[in-house]
């Protein structure tokens, strides 16, 4: 560590482990699945103390009403947990956005709810990379910018949503407001186990299409029918059709249907898009507009298309290739080897990028084998992501640009 200055030195000595490790441990064994309303407010109540020590106001920021779709075709409202969302030195002259979530995919009735330590120095638990331990990342790494004197130079915000593993829907708004007029972004995602970060992203767009169309007697009138299941199913077949190298298709599930001798009036279409660039998104919305205009005319039956593309592509621009110059810088004088490498993966970070920010999103612990029972972080990434990131910061505010 050669390379690093004396606040720099001196910043990341000060990271405690052990303490980064014990929060990691409470809060990963509280179930904060996104549906789950009362694990997630646990959380965020943990979460809010916690980041209490920075010199900021924290705020719970209530969810925006999110629409959802149900097998019945029928639109309701979705409750979401509160958000976090914490401002420090908002006239530093430089500005930052840190971000993280506290929801995990492992709903309350989960059978993966308990933690293991593990003899290769990894622990085993729901959330433990995914986010939980990325959280003790990001304050711990602030924490200790906080005691030099260079943080009189950086003013950041915090944003800490709770729907982040569904889509973020519900915090959109808010992370697209934090993320004006700054410098530079964070995003706490976990590194792969090896350390490498992810770099360009693609987008996703989610749909599910309410088909209507009309029953009947399967033997006795089957034509006075418009059969929903067979019009949702041709649509299927149309959407898979855009697929291509930068656009992949997934129409993933139809709900719909009854007695065999019943031909049914309703089905609703679930389908997943991919799209590499924004030119495919605009490609991939003609295609389902046609779909949609085709088959209701050669079906007879009436469709209503919810969802959209919630999530763009994230490019790696000149901005963001600065910003990934210089967390590599920071981890070559930290003794880390710093890479990174496009993935087909989505998160906050495309949300952010699209908000014309440059970010690295993958700034949490290594670990591996997310969303699955199988989930693990690498003890030791703990105090050395925080100093990566601690480091990094510190030279933002040095620098005053990228």
Not at 65 to 81: F, K, Q, R, Y
């Amino acid at each position: 560590m050669t390379s690093l200055s004396d606040d720099e030195r001196a910043a990341v000595a000060g990271i405690d482990q052990a303490a980064m490790l014990a929060q990691v441990e409470r809060w990963a064994a509280i179930n904060s699945g996104t549906r789950n309303l009362a694990g997630v407010a646990a959380m965020a109540g943990e979460l809010a103390d916690a980041f209490a020590v920075l010199p900021g106001d924290v705020a719970m920021v209530d969810a925006v009403p999110v629409e959802s779709v149900g097998a019945d075709g029928a639109v309701s409202v979705l409750d979401h947990g509160r958000h976090l969302h914490l401002t420090v030195r908002p006239d530093a002259p430089v500005q930052m956005l840190l971000t993280g979530h506290m929801d995990t995919v492992y709903p309350v009735d989960h059978a993966f709810q308990t933690l293991t330590h593990r003899d290769d120095g990894t622990i085993n638990g729901p959330g433990t990379a995914d986010m939980k331990g990325g959280l003790a990342t990001m304050l711990a790494a602030l924490m200790a910018v906080e005691t030099t004197p260079l943080a009189a130079r950086l003013g950041y915000e915090v944003v800490i949503n709770s729907d982040e593993e569904t889509g973020s829907f519900s915090s959109a708004t808010l992370l697209a407001s934090a993320a004006r007029g700054k410098i530079a972004a964070l995003t706490y995602e976990p590194a792969l186990a090896d350390g490498t970060l992810a770099g360009a992203r693609g987008g996703t767009g989610n749909f599910s299409i309410v088909v209507r169309g009309l029953s009947a007697h399967a033997g006795r009138n089957p034509d006075d029918g418009r059969n929903a299941v067979l019009a949702a199913a041709d649509i299927a077949l149309r959407l898979a059709e855009a697929r291509g190298p930068r656009l992949s298709v997934n129409p993933a599930r139809i709900d719909g249907g009854g007695p065999n001798n019943v031909v049914p009036d309703l089905a609703v279409l679930r389908v997943n898009f991919r799209p590499a660039t924004s030119d495919e998104i605009a490609r991939a919305q003609a295609h389902i507009d046609a779909a949609v205009a085709m088959v209701a005319a050669k079906h007879d039956v009436r469709i209503e298309v919810h969802g959209g593309f919630n999530r763009p592509p994230k490019p790696i621009d000149a901005q963001a290739e600065k910003l990934f110059g210089l967390v590599k810088a920071a981890g070559g004088d930290l003794g880390l080897a710093i890479a990174w490498r496009a993935t087909g993966g989505v998160c906050d970070g495309n949300n952010i990028a699209a908000a014309g920010v440059p970010v690295v999103d993958t700034m949490g612990v290594r670990g591996g084998a997310i969303h699955s029972p199988d989930e693990f972080m690498i003890v030791d990434s703990l105090a050395e992501r925080a100093a990566l990131s601690a480091v990094t910061m510190l030279r933002l505010a040095t620098q005053g640009r990228l």
